[in-house]
């Protein structure tokens, strides 16, 4: 198959791409179709890799309202309405939401998704089941599961047994909240918990790190420092770590040393962040946004996740990564042409970092044919204009197609 006129990647000039047993055989200019070769030609479009969700719950997807709304807009009384559906959960109920979540996601370019699941259940029940759909849905996605504590590894009853357990059973990455911890002990202890087991069955570190406004949440120092000291490295990631929004800039210029010697990996998740943090302010009001401008500006990576689509957490949500993307521009003040020009960088080639694809990712000749075709030339007019993903491809086959919109002003 010979896909012609494709921009890839922002390039200036427009590229062919033959596809030839699921592969990238070639990637040339003016290529010429072979005889009885199918021939797609794309107009002049965007090509990128697949995009991918490098943060998100699945298991609480789809049950904002039920059984009652979160009304505070806090995280902590999200936490407080997840545990009062948690009754509901059934090992078939999570699979048909998420189902439905996961065919959004495919719908929106993504091709790859790392989900957290509560383990703080003695049923694992969420656990079960993403274990299975995982394996259902690999012709089309790939998931990648970590196995979060919600309540904590030492403050929930079983708590290590309960993530050891989860580890054992497939998970590929080892969670923890040292926030969310009863003390600062607790926190610490935490940690060391997660890097044991994670180091004990070969499994990847995806910590819900400082999740809150309080500038004296600092976890991230130990996490950063564990990742180093164990030479885990970029095999660690720290999610959302908002306090950081609130340390003094004397602090973080410290903390800046061992982040960047650790080599770990960063998600934001602009659109949730943004909603949750701040609640405890009158004004000013915080932004509880990652320093994601200061950290890429150190070379460290970071990409973007949607956190929650339509649950305790979020009311709103439909999967499309161009939403956190264009909140976190806004949010972290990262509007100069060039970072909004390379901004698709944190739902792709970033975030590939942070699954831990390696060289397996990106379009390239002798790589699987994954790639998605936006309607734009280049990403910044995709982002801008909000347009459609035309066509995911994996393997060389056709995951999802959206036709191109047509309006009409009569004036």
Same mark, same amino acid.
């Given at each position: 198959m010979l896909f012609k006129n494709l921009?890839?990647?922002?390039?200036?000039? $427009?590229?062919?791409?033959?596809?030839?047993?699921?592969?990238?055989?070639?990637?040339?200019?003016?290529? !010429?179709?072979?005889?009885?070769?199918?021939?797609?030609?794309?107009?002049?479009?965007?090509?990128?890799?697949?995009?991918?969700? %490098?943060?998100?719950?699945?298991?609480?997807?789809?049950?904002?309202?039920?059984?009652?709304?979160? +009304? %505070?807009?806090?995280?902590?009384?999200?936490?407080?309405?997840?545990? !009062?559906?948690?009754?509901?959960?059934?090992?078939?109920?999570?699979?048909?939401?998420?189902?439905?979540?996961?065919?959004?996601?495919?719908?929106?370019?993504?091709?790859?998704?790392?989900?957290?699941?509560?383990?703080?259940?003695?049923?694992?029940? $969420? +656990? !079960?089941?993403?274990?299975?759909?995982?394996?259902?849905?690999?012709?089309?996605?790939?998931?990648?599961?970590?196995?979060?504590?919600?309540?904590?590894?030492? %403050?929930?009853?079983?708590?290590? !047994?309960?993530?050891?357990?989860?580890?054992? +059973?497939?998970?590929?990455a080892a969670g923890a909240i040292p926030h969310f911890e009863f003390t600062r002990e607790y926190s610490v202890e935490s940690l060391n918990i997660c890097f044991e087991l994670a180091q004990k069955y070969n499994k990847l570190i995806d910590v819900h790190c400082d999740e809150i406004d309080d500038e004296a949440s600092r976890g991230l120092e130990t996490v950063a420092t564990r990742a180093y000291e164990t030479g885990m490295r970029d095999m660690v990631t720290a999610s959302h770590t908002t306090a950081m929004h609130s340390y003094n800039n004397a602090y973080v210029i410290r903390l800046m040393r061992i982040l960047k010697m650790s080599g770990m990996n960063f998600v934001a998740n602009p659109c949730v962040n943004v909603h949750l943090g701040g609640r405890a302010d009158t004004y000013p009001k915080r932004r509880s946004m990652t320093r994601v401008k200061e950290l890429t500006a150190e070379g460290i990576n970071v990409s973007f996740g949607y956190d929650d689509i339509f649950d305790p957490w979020n009311p709103l949500g439909n999967g499309n990564m161009r939403d956190p993307v264009f909140m976190g521009l806004y949010a972290g003040h990262m509007l100069g042409y060039d970072e909004i020009c390379n901004s698709y960088k944190f739902v792709t080639t970033n975030a590939a970092r942070t699954l831990h694809l390696g060289d397996a990712y990106g379009i390239k000749e002798g790589n699987a044919a994954n790639f998605v075709v936006f309607d734009a030339k280049n990403w910044y007019d995709a982002l801008n204009y909000d347009v459609s993903v035309l066509y995911s491809y994996r393997n060389g086959k056709l995951v999802a197609e959206t036709k191109p919109k047509e309006t009409t002003v009569h004036y």
């Open positions: 921009y890839i990647e922002n390039a200036a000039e $427009a590229m062919d791409i033959r596809v030839t047993d699921g592969k990238f055989e070639k990637i040339a200019a003016n290529l !010429e179709a072979l005889p009885g070769e199918e021939v797609v030609d794309c107009g002049g479009k965007l090509a990128l890799p697949p995009v991918i969700e %490098s943060h998100v719950h699945l298991d609480t997807c789809l049950t904002a309202g039920r059984p009652r709304w979160n +009304m %505070s807009g806090t995280l902590f009384e999200g936490i407080q309405c997840w545990e !009062e559906y948690k009754p509901f959960l059934t090992k078939q109920e999570v699979k048909d939401r998420v189902n439905k979540a996961i065919r959004m996601q495919a719908s929106n370019g993504i091709q790859h998704v790392r989900t957290h699941v509560d383990i703080n259940d003695p049923k694992l029940t $969420a +656990m !079960e089941a993403l274990l299975e759909l995982r394996d259902e849905v690999k012709d089309f996605m790939d998931i990648q599961i970590v196995a979060f504590p919600q309540y904590g590894i030492l %403050s929930y009853p079983k708590g290590k !047994e309960l993530l050891e357990d989860a580890l054992k +059973m497939g998970a590929d």
